[in-house]
């Protein structure tokens, strides 16, 4: 699907900055450019699959803002993207790295494909025609693509290696994720889940719960999931449950998360794990426990499934997993929701460190990656809570408050050209 069905994500987040703007009373000027997204590319490109044939997919790149610095957001292969969802995106990272005061402005990439059913040498002929036509808008000093879902660090290096061969000389900054051997940075692999993590364990103590023996049932598995269930077990939480896209394991007295990763690892899924009960997505969500990670696809609290959640904290891992309707219910029930914009926000703080690495040539070792991180993500989760506090208002509303506020000043000392 690539046209615009299902339109609806990007208006969801319009219809948030509208409201900030006009609640903060923000210059209009601010309100109606972030309504818009700045730069759209849709590109359809041939590929040669292994028997022969040739199919043509589609792909874009958005950006939505850049007031505040170069453009970064995540490539993804999924069969489901399309324009609306990945001009969403765009501009959640817009929010997101004003949030984590990182000088960045926010942009998404997408091609509509099932990478779990391509070989590798068709995902890298893929790669590198979709890059080879997104070169006139990504650059270091323009638009830094990473990782996202169904990509991985072997595409970003052949996308930076496509764009190399483009400019006759190696640029390691034109992306971030790659692998460490070219130029990655310690600590990315980990970096959105240790954000996660560390929202998780501050909203745990700003309601005074004790981390240690804390339930925790996180959705999802991968990159993300699989991370945060890792660091919050090793943190003294107790994992009650996990799961992915083919269902989830389930255990009272805590499951060996070392174990279950290992699973995953052997048959690529968490379903089977030993000692555990099999257990379905739509039980995860609503199960008792402290803190629920929603760490796998948009929009996975709805209106419907709202009311039944029995979590004291979200975490927020994936982007946009909480409709507009979805989230009332729960800050009315009095769910602590730790939103998209700022629970998920460690990766793009490593990209920018990796960014910075790859500019510089220099390098700093995974403690220090992840000392950097930890204090940027205290630092934004504190803030946008004592917005919170101070304003009486939810989570994503101040975290909407504090990122409005760093753009608005942006624009306005710029001005408009010309």
Known sequence: MTGDADEHAFENVRKLISGVCERMGLPEMCRVRLMECERELIVHFPVKMDDGTVKVFTGFRVVHNDSRGPSKGGIRYHPDANLDKVRALAALMTLKTAVAGIPYGGAKGAVVCDPKTMSLSELERLTRRYASDI???????????????????????????????????????????????????????????????????????????????????????????????????????????????????????????????????????????????AITNAELLEMKCDILVVAAIEEVLIEANAPSIKAKIIVEGA??????????????????????????????????????????????????VNNYLGRLMTNAFNHVLSISECERVDMRTAAYMTALKQLATAMAIRGIFP
């Open 135 to 277: 070169a006139i808008l990504i650059g270091p000093d323009s638009d830094i693509p990473a990782p996202d879902v169904g990509t991985n660090p072997q595409v970003m290096a052949w996308i930076m290696d496509t764009y190399s061969m483009g400019k006759g000389y190696s640029v390691p900054a034109v992306v971030t994720g790659k692998p460490l051997e070219i130029g990655g940075s310690s600590g990315r692999f980990e970096a959105t889940g240790r954000g996660c993590m560390v929202s998780a364990l501050l909203a745990a103590k700003h309601l005074g719960i004790e981390s240690q023996g804390a339930t925790v049932a996180v959705q999802g598995c991968g990159n993300v999931g699989g991370t945060v269930a890792d660091l919050l077990s090793k943190e003294g939480c107790r994992v009650i449950a996990i799961s992915d896209i083919n269902g989830g394991s389930y255990s009272s007295e805590g499951l060996n998360v070392e174990g279950v990763l290992s699973h995953v690892k052997d048959t690529g899924s968490v379903v089977g794990s030993a000692n555990a009960e």
């Open 319 to 368: 982007n946009g997993p909480t409709t507009p309707e979805a989230h009332k219910i729960l800050v009315d029930r009095g769910i602590f929701v730790a939103p998209d914009i700022l629970a998920n926000a460690g990766g793009v703080i490593v990209s920018y460190l990796e960014w910075v690495q790859g500019l510089q040539s220099f390098y700093w070792d995974e403690t220090q």
